[in-house]
């Protein structure tokens, strides 16, 4: 995932403005938002969410300590490919038609081919209004953030970036066998989405293409399954997890976000806080650009991000069990009537 450029900070632009005028009428403007916030958050709490999954958190937890036992995971690479196996076969254990989604890239520094694939773990395939919860689980191939220059060049581990959203998802898989949700659930590991050596090298490659190949088997077949709803999660396993609104899921799918953070209210989460926060680039973009209303779930404030320091040590599994007992829960959400029958 990466910073969005083009980003802007408002927020910072606001507060700025609001030390210019008296400071007694940015008191009443701050208690006006204040009640707002307040307001907006009471009323989604007051809406009961359905009972959350009994997520373990440390189970959760030692699937992260374990992909990260693989040692780095780039796209390509065989470490990469020992990890979707491992996951391939706890989904089948855990009931879900798998299949592999695979396709070639070219290298970004001499134009190679890559092997790379999505693999798709489906429980109740046959329903045709599905939801997709995806995470990436290459890892980028350099801790080129690292505080040391002589570090950059060192393995990248990615506990949180990559493990923590692949890890959260073995865990979800344990439920979803007789979970009480109204859709089709795809568990979907992305690749490629980080296969990134400099600026200008091209992100997002698995999601891209998974939005592509959807897109055409939905117009050769507009009766195959159709996505209702698509949940990215990238880098949940932060020990000091908080989780805000990302800007560009409240412009792409406000619904989505108004649901999920509605249920996380309600369930009274530590985790997910009712703000907004950095604009990110991730995978969910090509997801939304594919028709499928995508959000991303993600806690960017992580000083570790792309540091050699991401390791197990820095998560925590009850961050992730957090995020797991909201998605549980706002799988069982009851799904509205169709249309026609209100007539
Ligand atoms: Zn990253």
Redesign the pocket.
């Known amino acids: 995932?990466?910073r969005d450029r083009a980003e802007t900070k408002p927020g910072r632009m606001y507060w700025g403005a609001i030390s210019l005028v008296p400071i007694g009428l940015g008191v009443v403007i701050g208690l006006i938002f204040l009640v707002m916030n307040n307001y907006q958050y009471s009323q989604a709490a007051a809406k009961p969410a359905p009972k959350p999954a009994p997520i373990d958190g440390e189970r959760a937890y030692g699937y992260l300590k374990t992909i990260c036992a693989i040692g780095p995971r780039i796209a390509g690479s065989a470490a990469n490919t020992r990890q979707r196996e491992l996951v391939k076969a706890h989904f089948e254990k855990c009931g879900a038609t798998v299949r592999d989604e695979a396709f070639t890239a070219s290298h970004p520094r001499d134009g190679t081919p890559v092997p790379m694939v999505n693999l798709v773990g489906s429980w109740n395939p046959d329903r045709s209004e599905r939801v997709l919860i995806a995470a990436?689980y290459d890892?980028?191939p350099y801790p080129d953030q690292d505080p040391n220059p002589a570090k950059r060049r060192d393995p990248f581990i990615?506990a949180n970036?990559?493990a923590s959203g692949t890890a959260l998802l073995m865990e979800l898989a344990n439920h979803l066998k007789d979970w009480p949700t109204p859709w089709g659930v795809d568990l979907v590991l992305l690749d490629g989405?980080?296969l990134v050596y400099q600026d200008g090298d091209e992100y997002f490659l698995g999601s891209k293409e998974f939005g592509r190949a959807y897109k055409e088997r939905r117009a050769r077949d507009p009766q195959s399954p159709r996505y209702v709803a698509g949940i990215v999660l990238?880098?949940i396993g932060d020990r000091n997890l908080q989780i805000a609104r990302e800007p560009n899921s409240v412009e792409l799918a406000p619904a989505l976000v108004r649901d999920v953070w509605g249920v996380a209210a309600s369930l009274r989460s530590r985790v997910f806080v009712n703000d907004f926060g950095r604009r990110v680039l991730d995978d969910h973009l090509p997801l939304n650009e594919a028709g499928i209303p995508t959000i991303d779930i993600i806690d960017f404030d992580y000083p570790r991000?792309?540091t050699t320091g991401d390791v197990p040590e820095a998560c925590s599994g009850a961050s992730l069990a957090q995020v797991g007992r909201v998605l549980t829960s706002w799988l069982a959400v009851p799904k509205p009537a169709p249309r026609t029958r209100r007539r």
């Open positions: 995932m990466e990436h890892t980028r990615g970036d990559g989405e980080e990238d880098m991000w792309h």
